[in-house]
């Protein structure tokens, strides 16, 4: 069972950067790929980005040229870099990894963009 601990939320001014990370408790070479997904209050969890074992990366359209998706298999970690936030990028956000067998999450970490 794969155990994900995410961490780097918090608040920030709109424009602001952050770097959130999520961290395995297994080698990430056997996950096929890992994903990041956001919750703001009230809504659904949506998809933001993903990276696959051989470097693929996908982004939802309002977060691309924005975000950035990297992982580090030395670390067993996944890395989202967040620059320019915006108030709308305020959400709970969820580190996911997929295996052939099922799908784990993380608890997730609160990311608040002020305007």
């Known amino acids: 069972q794969v155990q994900l601990v995410e961490s780097g939320g918090g608040l920030v001014q709109a424009g602001g950067s952050l770097r959130l990370s999520c961290a395995a408790s297994?080698?990430?070479?056997?996950?096929?790929?890992m994903s990041w997904y956001r919750q703001a209050h009230g809504k659904s969890r949506e998809f933001v980005a993903s990276?696959?074992?051989?470097?693929?990366?996908d982004y939802r359209s309002s977060v691309r040229g924005r975000f950035a998706i990297s992982r580090d298999n030395a670390k067993n970690t996944v890395y989202l870099q967040m620059n320019s936030l915006k108030p709308e990028d305020t959400a709970d956000y969820y580190c996911?990894?997929?295996?052939?067998?099922?799908?784990?999450w993380g608890q997730g970490t609160q990311v608040t963009v002020s305007s």
């Open positions: 996911n990894a997929s295996t052939y067998a099922m799908d784990y």
């Open positions: 990276i696959t074992t051989g470097g693929s990366t």
């Open positions: 297994e080698s990430i070479l056997s996950i096929i790929r």
